[in-house]
């Protein structure tokens, strides 16, 4: 009789402790998991940002000792107040530039800052379904730079280059030949001809 | 688009247009804005770029973690030079750690003028060694301001330590006609450095040769 009691009592003390331990290292894991996941994902962004670094170092302290009742919640908690700040921060203060162009960094058109774009008189009554278009159609009802959609889009250059090369695709815009220095030398000293005496006549 | 047979035929192409591009360098404050300002149909423009990794450390963004993009003043103004020739005046932009967009203001560019603040001289080797690297014509605009010429043109040239083939001109931002006569300098410069370097026999000529 008297071992019973006393056997289930090891037995109830024992699996309460499993169960307590079990607890501990499993959220323990758990926590871990989620701070490896957290710091991957850091650098996925590729964008370290050295003020963030130290919380985490000393957050896997507490993760250390198992056992403790106290320290998993305690770091439940340090990982998600870690978390709730760092994406709305991000996502409101501005829309990241190259999602506009769903994350395309190439364009197909050699685009340089002074390519002159115009708006193609076919597609003068197109309605293009993105808001970026229609405005780049707006700007090239006479012919504009590069430079001067991208500044009045007020996109960087790099983001510029894709919606319009998107743009020219959609048949919705021409892009006009840029004459550089490297290919036909001939055309280069024409048009640098042709701005001299466009510059004495001004 | 398919409705295009059903109007009568429009022009088959939209006129050709054309281009150019003329680069207006110098360090702040040598009055880049102004002189591209002082010929521009357009009030100059801005365009921005994205601010990466590379300004980490040198851009104080204490207070603002999360800005990922800054203004930078590329201004750039617009010249129609006849109906279907347009040229472009691009100001670099001021600060160092853009050079990565200086290769987009080079590629194609007629040449560069270099605007000289004779009291921040040394704001003016950056971009004649650029422009020198890259073997774009330059010339050099001492910018006079309030029309008093400091220094002689001789001594600029020396302090700049740039090939007497070089021009170098002392030009008024503000004034459109010293700005016009200061881009004809570099246009007629580029010329000439363009014909003597594809002539096969006169390749001395040439002042590219960097010592």
């Known amino acids: 009789m008297s071992t019973g009691p006393d056997r289930t009592g090891d037995d109830d003390s024992g699996t309460f402790a499993d169960l307590v331990n079990g607890f501990a290292l499993g959220s323990g894991h758990g926590g871990h998991r989620r701070l490896r996941k957290g710091r991957e994902h850091r650098g996925d962004r590729g964008e370290p940002r050295g003020g963030q670094t130290p919380p985490f170092t000393e957050m896997s302290h507490p993760a250390g000792p198992p056992g403790t009742i106290g320290a998993p919640t305690g770091e439940e908690q340090l990982v998600s107040a870690e978390a709730v700040p760092l994406y709305p921060a991000e996502e409101t203060d501005f ?6 162009t769903g994350g395309r960094t190439k364009a197909n058109y050699p685009l340089e800052l002074e390519t002159l774009v115009s708006t193609r008189e076919a597609a003068v009554f197109a309605v293009p379904d993105q808001i970026e278009h229609k405005l780049i159609m707006e700007e090239c009802r006479t012919p504009h730079s590069v430079a001067e959609i991208a500044a009045a889009l007020r996109v960087p250059l790099g983001v510029a280059r894709v919606l319009i090369s998107d743009a020219a695709d959609a048949g919705l815009v021409t892009v006009h030949k840029t004459i550089s220095g490297d290919e036909g030398a001939e055309a280069h000293l024409m048009l640098m001809e042709r701005v001299l005496s466009g510059l004495r006549r001004l | 688009m398919d ?81 279907d020739l347009i040229l472009y005046l691009f100001g670099t932009p001021g600060q160092q750690r853009f050079w990565f967009m200086w290769d987009d203001l080079v590629r194609g560019a007629i040449g560069a003028v270099v605007l000289a603040d004779t009291r ?7 971009p004649v060694d650029f422009f020198e690297d890259r073997g774009l014509p330059y010339i050099v605009g001492v910018n006079t301001f309030d029309g008093v010429l400091q220094h002689d043109l001789q001594d600029v040239r020396e302090a700049l330590s740039i090939d007497p083939s070089i021009p170098i001109v002392r030009c008024d931002a503000r004034d459109k006609e010293s700005t016009k006569q200061t881009l004809i300098t570099l246009v007629e410069y580029a010329m000439r450095q363009w014909i003597a370097l594809r002539s096969p026999n006169s390749a001395a000529e040439g002042p590219v040769t960097t010592s």
């Open chain 1, 95 to 100: 829309v990241r530039p190259y999602a506009i």
């Open chain 2, 120 to 126: 921040r001289l040394a704001d003016s080797f950056a």
């Open chain 2, 3 to 83: 409705s295009v047979g059903f109007k009568a035929p429009r022009e088959a192409a939209p006129k050709t247009m054309t281009s150019a591009k003329i680069v207006v360098a110098g360090g702040f404050g040598a009055g880049k804005t102004t002189f591209v300002g002082s010929v521009s149909e357009i009030v100059p423009l801005t365009t921005e770029a994205m601010m990466t990794d590379a300004s980490t450390g040198i851009d104080d963004l204490e207070a603002t973690p999360n800005k990922a993009t800054t203004t930078v003043a590329m201004d750039f103004g617009r010249v129609s030079l006849d109906e």
